[in-house]
C-alpha cells in the first residue's frame, strides 16, 4: 500500500495559524504508530495550510520515513529555480495549490507555473480546491502533462467535474473522507470506470478540521466499491507508485 495523501505537524518547525486554526503536533513516529497495521511502503508527505510556505521540517521528515516517501509543497509561483532544483534533490516531487485554505488566493498563471516546474525538474501540481470552484480551472488543468486533485473534490455537485478530470488523465485522490459531501462508494465506482489509472488512496492522517478522522472503514469503503483484486491494488498501491516514482 502506498498513503498518497499524509501530513506531519512538527512544533519545532514554523506553524502558522491558518482561518483560526493552529494544528497540534503529529510527528513521524505518531503517524508509524497510527498506521502499523496497515500494509504501508511508502507514501506522499503534503504541506499542510499551516505550513504555508516553509519547508524546513521536510527533510529531517523525509528521512526519518526513509527512501519510499516523497513531500508535496506549497510554493509562490515567483519561486526561484535554484529553490525547486534544491528541494527535487531533497525529496520534493510537486507543488501543492491550496486555494481551499487560501494559502495561495489563487494562480492567474496556473499553467505557465505548471509547465515551468514540469519543465525544471519534472514536478506536476496538486490542486486544493472546492470542485464546484473547478470549472474556471478545467481547462487549465487538462493542459498540464501531470497534475492531481484533493479528497474527491469535496463536494457532492462537484463529481461531474472531477469526472472530466479523471477523463483528461488528473489523477485523484481518494483521501480525506471526513471532509468530503461525497458519496463514496458512488464516487469511487465512476472514477475507477472513467479512468482506472487516476484514483490514489491516502489516509489524510492526522486529518485535522475534519468531522471524523481516518479510520479503517474507509479502506473497507473503497474496497468494497471496488470489488475486483487488481482494481483493489491499482488504487491503493500501483496508481501512485508510477505517479509518485516510488517503487514497490
Request: net charge negative.
Amino acid at each position: 500500500m502506498i498513503d498518497a495523501h499524509f501530513h506531519i505537524y512538527n512544533d519545532a518547525y514554523p506553524l502558522i495559524e491558518n482561518q483560526g486554526f493552529l494544528p497540534p503536533p503529529f510527528s513521524v513516529e505518531d503517524y508509524q504508530h497510527r498506521t502499523k497495521d496497515l500494509p504501508i511502503v511508502g507514501g506522499v508527505l503534503v504541506s499542510g495550510s499551516s505550513q504555508g510556505f516553509d519547508q524546513s521540517y521536510l527533510k529531517p521528515a523525509l528521512e526519518q520515513l526513509g527512501s519510499q516517501y516523497v513531500a508535496i509543497t506549497n510554493l509562490p509561483s515567483s519561486v526561484s529555480d535554484e529553490k525547486i532544483l534544491a528541494l527535487r534533490d531533497s525529496g520534493v516531487c510537486g507543488v501543492r495549490v491550496n486555494l481551499k485554505r487560501r494559502v495561495v488566493s489563487g494562480i492567474d498563471n496556473l499553467v505557465d507555473f505548471g509547465m515551468r516546474i514540469w519543465d525544471l525538474a519534472g514536478w506536476h501540481l496538486e490542486m486544493y480546491v472546492d470542485s464546484r470552484e473547478l470549472d474556471e480551472l478545467i481547462p487549465k488543468l487538462i493542459k498540464l502533462p501531470k497534475a492531481s486533485v484533493d479528497h474527491l473534490g469535496m463536494a457532492r455537485s462537484g463529481v461531474s467535474q472531477v469526472r472530466k478530470l479523471a477523463e483528461a488523465g488528473v489523477h485523484i485522490k481518494a483521501s480525506g473522507f471526513g471532509r468530503t459531501e461525497v458519496n463514496i462508494a458512488e464516487a469511487v465506482k465512476v472514477l475507477y470506470a472513467t479512468n482506472p489509472d487516476c484514483l490514489m488512496f491516502g489516509t489524510d492522517l492526522p486529518s485535522n478540521r475534519t468531522e471524523r478522522p481516518f479510520n479503517i472503514s474507509d479502506i473497507s469503503k473503497v474496497t468494497e466499491a471496488l470489488a475486483d483484486e487488481d482494481a483493489i491494488d491499482k488504487v491503493f498501491a500501483r496508481n501512485a507508485a508510477k505517479f509518485y516514482n516510488i517503487k514497490l
